[in-house]
T-cell receptor, first 116, second 111 residues
């Protein structure tokens, strides 16, 4: 596969469940991102990983736990979520470089999460 | 705090029309501005990226302009087609790898 892939594409979970979202990029990028898209709200940046280190945590509750084991993979571990966490979760990747104003972000198709 | 606004929120046009989507941002200190397309229930597809030093970018029937000093960008779509129906998002890059998005313009092009 090429580009940015995400699995699963759809997920329904109860508030007591633990699940994980997976993102994989095949673009040779070295920065990866998690975004949340709720209905009628702008996309919100959740986490940024640069060279496998977390460089941004945008005030996200601890029930969301990211993991970046290498530059190609990114996970979002979920536990004890709330119904208001239901949203489309998007992963993105980009290059890092000296020309920092470039670094176009490429997005995956997203995981549609429903919390019951 | 950077805020991005897109007007109109929704737009419906007949096929063949030329149209303009607007994006405004409150803080002119941006690195670049990116226009995306999102189809229902799907991820984002990057359309155009304009560096802060540039005034416009073109790709096929799409032309995006940037006036950083006034905090505005427009996306011009020429000869619209039903396949252009989607939500169009603009995002400005502020700080390290951080994009701030608008809420989007939902476009419907009818045959």
């Amino acid at each position: 596969e090429t580009g940015v892939t995400q699995t699963p594409r759809h997920l329904v979970m109860g508030m007591t469940n633990k699940k994980s979202l997976k993102c994989e990029q095949h673009l040779g990028h070295n920065a990866m991102y998690w975004y949340k898209q709720s209905a009628k709200k702008p996309l919100e940046l959740m986490f940024v990983y640069s060279l496998e280190e977390r460089v941004e945590n945008n005030s996200v509750p601890s029930r969301f736990s990211p993991e970046c084991p290498n530059s190609s993979h990114l996970f979002l571990h979920l536990h004890t979520l709330q119904p208001e966490d239901s949203a489309l979760y998007l992963c993105a990747s980009s290059r890092l470089g000296l020309a920092d104003s470039y670094n176009e972000q490429f997005f995956g198709p997203g995981t549609r999460l429903t919390v019951l | 705090k950077q805020e991005v606004t897109q007007i109109p929120a929704a737009l419906s046009v007949p096929e063949g029309e030329n149209l303009v989507l607007n994006c405004s941002f409150t803080d002119s200190a941006i690195y670049n501005l990116q226009w995306f397309r999102q189809d229902p229930g799907k991820g984002l597809t990057s359309l155009l990226l304009i560096q802060s030093s540039q005034r416009e970018q073109t790709s096929g029937r799409l032309n995006a302009s940037l006036d950083k000093s006034s905090g505005r960008s427009t996306l011009y779509i020429a000869a619209s087609q039903p396949g252009d129906s989607a939500t169009y998002l603009c995002a400005v890059r502020v700080g390290f790898q951080k994009l701030v998005f608008g809420t989007g313009t939902r476009l419907l092009v009818s045959p």
